[in-house]
Antibody, heavy 122, light 109 residues
């Protein structure tokens, strides 16, 4: 079964850091681009960041550029999001999502994790 | 920057109704558009990709159309399980702008 499982969320103070992980199973992880998408409480979906299958290309929304870093370890089938200089407006459920087609960098997302909550508050 | 605009924001309908949701892109995205359904507390579910291709396992009452800048999602006969929020997403480029539409909540009339 194709599955994504996020972890690492929690409560952090403004200015703090957090690292999210997304463990993938059931598919050839290195063949697919992966993304992080977040959803603030009661709000819509916001694409945050994406990374190609090889990890050689990365993309960020303006709202997180310079503060967040996406990476992947294909030997461990795991996606990461390092979040620094966190702000109250970063409070959201963070989902990892898998690209639909192999080797496409920009794609629809056919598999989503269950999400992990990040709360930035003092 | 590509901006995605969905309408309406909320839609009240009855079981059996035909429902149409519109998504507009601020510039051409060819057919690189997806539709998702999200229920409260759950992750989004892919319904349609490449504007009109039905994802495996999705009921045939869902259909998508359009290209360029204007797209529609149609539910031919609304079922009780379809009351949810629907989002469009452009994947023509990783634009700094709004990749997802704002969402359309389909409510029971």
């Amino acid at each position: 079964e194709v599955q994504l499982l996020e972890s690492g969320g929690g409560l952090v103070q403004p200015g703090g850091s957090l690292r999210l992980s997304c463990a993938a199973s059931g598919f050839t992880f290195s063949s697919y681009a992966m993304s992080w998408v977040r959803q603030a409480p009661g709000k819509g979906l916001e694409w945050v960041s994406a990374i190609s299958g090889s990890g050689g290309s990365t993309y960020y929304a303006d709202s997180v550029k310079g503060r967040f870093t996406i990476s992947r370890d294909n030997s461990k089938n795991t996606l990461y999001l390092q979040m620094n200089s966190l702000r109250a407006e970063d409070t959201a459920v963070y989902y990892c999502a898998k690209g639909l087609i192999q080797k496409r960098t920009r794609d629809a997302f056919d598999i989503w994790g269950q999400g992990t909550m990040v709360t930035v508050s003092s | 920057d590509i901006q995605m605009t969905q309408s309406p924001s909320t839609l009240s309908a009855s079981v059996g109704d035909r429902v149409t949701i519109t998504c507009r892109a601020s510039q051409s995205i060819s057919s690189w558009l997806a539709w998702y359904q999200q229920k409260p507390g759950k992750a989004p579910k892919l319904l349609i990709y490449k504007a009109s291709s039905l994802e495996s396992g999705v009921p045939s009452r869902f259909s998508g159309s359009g290209s360029g800048t204007e797209f529609t999602l149609t539910i031919s006969s609304l079922q009780p399980d379809d009351f949810a929020t629907y989002y469009c997403q452009q994947y023509n480029s990783y634009s700094p702008g709004r990749t997802f539409g704002q969402g359309t909540k389909v409510e029971i009339k």
